[in-house]
């Protein structure tokens, strides 16, 4: 089955950059070698990992295996709700080429029926990606993934407090919850603060 990603969101990326204030020219930032100060060119530039000791080991990253190009990989399939949303990274829609609908459908319907997610791995920008394919209003969803080395586990100390709730209390708060509660929608809330820069801007202009 051939697909294409399609990224599902687009961020608001910001359009306000440093200037100089005497002519309005923008700020550069120019590429400079912490240790000799020198100005770098493209062919000057390379990959270096640094170790815990704070050395620098200069790496070639075309000496890593790469996964393949152009394949999504299903390593398993597992229950929606196993899919922890702090893991969720970004997300894409999955489109299929005309030869892939029905293959495409039958996954979906699949997926939908019961309940259950691919976990697949594909090359993202030459790496190895982690994601979760699931369906969502018609289409295939995937959700690239945090690697679980990358998901902070939550040490807090008020965890190991031995902290009472009345009975009261909770049945108070549940009432005021259950009165405010209503179906979410996400265009109930506009993005205001990025109105009000437009509005600026054209107060400014």
């Not at 950059?17 to 770098?40: A, N």
Request: glycine letters at 4%.
């Amino acid at each position: 089955m051939t697909v294409r990603l399609v990224s599902a969101a687009t961020e608001h990326r910001s359009k306000v950059h440093l200037v100089h204030r005497e002519d309005s020219g923008r700020v550069r930032h120019q590429q400079v070698c912490g240790e000799c100060s020198l100005r770098l060119t493209p062919e000057d530039i390379g990959r270096g990992y640094e170790l815990d000791d704070g050395r620098i080991v200069q790496i070639d990253p075309g000496d890593l295996p790469a996964p393949e190009d152009g394949v999504i990989d299903v390593q398993q399939f597992a229950p929606q709700v196993d899919v922890d949303p702090v893991a969720l990274h970004r997300s894409y829609y999955v489109e299929p080429d005309d030869l892939a609908v029905r293959s495409y459908v039958l996954l979906r319907e699949t997926l939908e029926r019961t309940k259950t997610a691919a976990i697949v791995k594909f090359a993202l920008r030459s790496r190895e990606t982690l994601a979760a394919i699931r369906p969502q209003q018609g289409v295939l969803v995937l959700h690239t993934l945090l690697w679980p080395d990358e998901v902070r586990e939550p040490h807090f100390a008020f965890l190991h407090r031995d902290t009472e709730v009345r009975t009261g209390e909770l049945a108070a708060a549940a009432a005021l919850v259950r009165a405010q509660t209503r179906p979410f929608r996400p265009h109930d809330y506009p993005n205001t603060h990025h109105e009000a820069l437009l509005h600026l801007v054209e107060a400014n202009v």
